[in-house]
DNA sequence: TATCCATACTTAACAGTGTTAGGATAATTG
DNA sequence: CAATTATCCTAACACTGTTAAGTATGGATA
């Protein structure tokens, strides 16, 4: 391996370094308390230094966003993959949806509150992303659901966009809402997806 | 009117004064952009004096808060009291959740958005508030809707949740989706309100 | 080997934030 | 008139994201 590789290879491990550790802080310290010098002291570097690495803040939180849709959609594919009903896959992948939020608040409030990372739905399909890999599986699910005559023959964008907001409404809730997880969340994403459910069910 | 009297409306006076700004500066510069020292720039004053009529800043957005939910309140009693079929003044109630937010996004962000400003659902009915006497008249009008017999007997309170949650996503999505708006949030209000009533109708 | 130069990183600073301590001025009271 | 109190301000603290400019260091080259 030449010397500009090894450099190239150690830029990007550093890379990798400094979004593991934003991670860390992020879930730890929670998003109102994440800051560039907080991270820059984590991993004992001036703060500039991470903007060797990073444009600045925006480009370092989108790169943990990328990470996490690369991991959500890799997740997509699999209970795809192990379910055979399409209806059943489809409400599985709702439930992991809301779960993951309710489970990872901090994680959850960094990829979707960011400020449109990823722009409108039409930039998003056009533009190479780890999040529009995730949009597709989903979209591929539904019309999976649809072909087998299973849920009424809408916009299968549509019904993606009904699904993922009212998922986001659950968890979002769940934010800024305190004590809402321990006592009723259980009950309100149930009662949410049961009433989706039978309101796009043929 | 005694000078004590007077003092007191007077204070009572320029706390509207600065609510008024502040409310008209989150309206024009967006929730980001706004700050004590650009409210106190507007008002002509210095920073500290806004502290001698709020105690920080979250108890000042809690006052506006308030006064929102004075006005929702309002609102949500004269749809009930112009409409006579419970199921359509329910779903006028909804659509006007969801076209608020979608009209005043600065202002719903920050009415929803500034970090559980009302607590749990306990404390929320505990506490006297206007956003206590908004979520009761919300609970009225769907326990209308069960008691004519037109809607599945789930707890009233449940029913409410999954209906605000789900405005509450498709507001979020519009704030956080660049376009949303312009393009599909029309579409997508209608998608989800068919959906919601679709499943909670008897 | 000595020079050069890019790479990696830092210090210091700018402009902004919420908030507080303590001081100044004006109005009201005794 | 003196004392008190209400009202407002200046200056500061401890933060924030970000940038300009400077310093070592270590490999490549003359």
Redesign the interface.
Known sequence: MGVKEKRAKYKEEFRRDILDAARELFINEGY?NFSMRKLAEKIEYSPTTIYLYFKNKDDLLFAICEEFFGHFSDQLNHIRAVSRDPIETLRKVVLYLMNFGLKNPNQYKLI??T??V?????ELVEKESMARNTYFVFREIVQDCIDAGKMKE?EAD??V??L???????V??NI?????LK??SG??VR??V???????QK
């Open positions: 109102e979707f509150f400020k449109s990823y722009g409108t739905r039409e809408t549509v019904i966009d009904t993922t907001i009212a998922s986001h409404g659950v979002t809730k800024y809402c305190a004590d809402f006592k009723r009950k309100a009662a949410m049961d009433v989706l459910f039978r309101g796009l």
